[in-house]
């Protein structure tokens, strides 16, 4: 039986990032979706159900902390990474208290990220039982 590959969204107005994250991520092994904007995130967080999104949190129209908000509005329980080029702390806090999972900053390291990404994901694995053992 051949194992599902975890999906991860990509939600980040900048091209470069997301074509970054996509190449990245895709090479360890994830089945990656992108979106531009909140909106399209939160359609695409709807329709791909995502095991874990990774979001910009300063985008035009509705920004990161916005689309998080709706996500949990929407029941939409993900676990979600907040990348910010900012390292604005009050931002960082509330997306926390909506329901940010984890944070990192932008310039990062790739290598950083995908453990981020990894640790995030086990989490899950652990809480349903579906980590393999050994």
Known sequence: MVAKRPVVL?????PGIRRLLLEVLQEEGYTVLEASNGYDGLQKARDGRPALILMDMKMPGMDGIETLRELRRLGIDVRVIMM???????????????GA????????????LCEMIGRNLAGDELASGQMAIG
């Open 101 to 112: 999972t984890d944070y990192i900053t932008k310039p990062f390291d790739i290598l950083a």
């Open 84 to 98: 910010t080029a900012y390292g604005e702390l009050d931002l960082v806090t509330e997306a926390k208290a909506i």
């Open 10 to 14: 990509v939600i980040d107005d900048q």
